[in-house]
């Protein structure tokens, strides 16, 4: 038997829009201990490690593991018939299915047809990083705006108490700096110097999935290796790491 609530809909809504972003078949893991998710985007660029503890759910039961793979887009639009303020429940069902309940007054009642998923299970990288930085959503967005106007790569360079953001291309230059004390930076440490150049379009595409769920994101890199985003989908300890590769930059 598998159910799991949960109280509104805004954390399953940001899962199924972040993973509609990699692939197009999602196979979710459920134990006694919570639900995971990873997989890679087919390009091998980015990775995506969903982890939502018994403690982030308003209600969970899992008495055997449970594995239930779906089409993204399935998921997508069944997630997206739910209003803010319903509670949603999935449930194991019959005839390999999953059922999906929104509650709020008004009741529904989906069933999804499960698939056999094709994907190989994504390793998780192992990194260990020189750099780590904990900023608000709305100036990492901002950030990436300004640089998207000249570039759709994005180049980090970090030093001791300064973060530089940087893109060029044939239109010119943009540079951001933020610095340790800025307010929009609520954590800044550095062991070396790093720099290293990342997509744009990947990581405006998952903050813009993510929705009003973040508000603040964890990113650690060190140079010539990928960076890692931490998020928070909610306060009792739901997260999701975002792995995406570096770019050989031209400088």
Known sequence: ???????????????????????????????????????????????????????????????????????????????????????????SGEDDSIMIRFTNGYKREFNIHLIESTAASAPLPKLEFDTKMTLTKTILEKVLGDVSVVSDQITLNTTKDRMTFSGKSDVGKAEISLAKNDADVLELTSNAESKATYSTDYISGILKALGGVVDTVELEYSTKKPVRLMLKLNDQGAKMAYFLAPRVSSD
């Open 1 to 91: 038997m598998f159910h799991a609530k949960t109280s509104s809909s805004v954390e399953w809504r940001a899962v199924a829009a972040a993973v509609k972003t990699l692939v197009e078949e999602a196979t979710f893991d459920a134990n006694s201990e919570g639900i995971t998710f990873r997989a890679m985007d087919p390009s091998h660029v980015a990775l995506v490690d969903l982890a939502w503890p018994v403690s982030a759910w308003a209600a969970y039961e899992c008495d055997k593991p449970f594995r239930f793979s779906v089409r993204v887009e399935d998921l997508v639009r069944t997630i997206g018939r739910a209003e803010t303020k319903d509670s949603v429940e999935i449930s």
